[in-house]
Nanobody, 121 residues
Framework: QVQLVESGGGLVQPGGSLRLSCVASGFIFSLYNMSWYHQAPGKERELVASITSAGDSTIYGDSVKGRFTISRDNAKNTVYLQMNFLKPEDTAVYYC??????????????WGQGTQVTVSS
């Protein structure tokens, strides 16, 4: 029932751009905070960017601040990650995450299967 499907990854040269998309289904998208995480081989998964359910607030990891932009379109059940000025260090699998909490209780936590981003010359 619940699905998060990422797309838009690929091979890009340093300094280039990519836009990732994540299309959600099977839950009330507009009630969930959305995030992008990435994970490189041998590294732990880390937060790239998050956006609130209404799209009125965002946060970014230090490594991408000023280069990446997260956005969402609740009418399309889609969250985006615009990635500019890409660096080889951005190479990783990028995962879409949907999460809702009530007080300290996580009532929904969904993950996509990921899309590979490779930045190389």
């Amino acid at each position: 029932q619940v699905q998060l499907v990422e797309s838009g990854g690929g091979l890009v040269q340093p300094g280039g751009s990519l836009r990732l998309s994540c299309v959600a289904s099977g839950f009330i998208f507009s009630l969930y905070n959305m995030s992008w995480y990435h994970q490189a081989p041998g590294k732990e998964r880390e937060l790239v960017a998050s956006i609130t359910s209404a799209g009125d607030s965002t946060i970014y990891g230090d490594s991408v601040k000023g280069r990446f932009t997260i956005s969402r379109d609740n009418a399309k059940n889609t969250v985006y990650l615009q990635m500019n000025f890409l660096k080889p260090e951005d190479t990783a699998v990028y995962y879409c995450n949907a999460r809702m909490k009530v007080f300290k209780l996580t009532v929904g936590d969904y993950w996509g299967q990921g899309t590979q981003v490779t930045v190389s010359s």
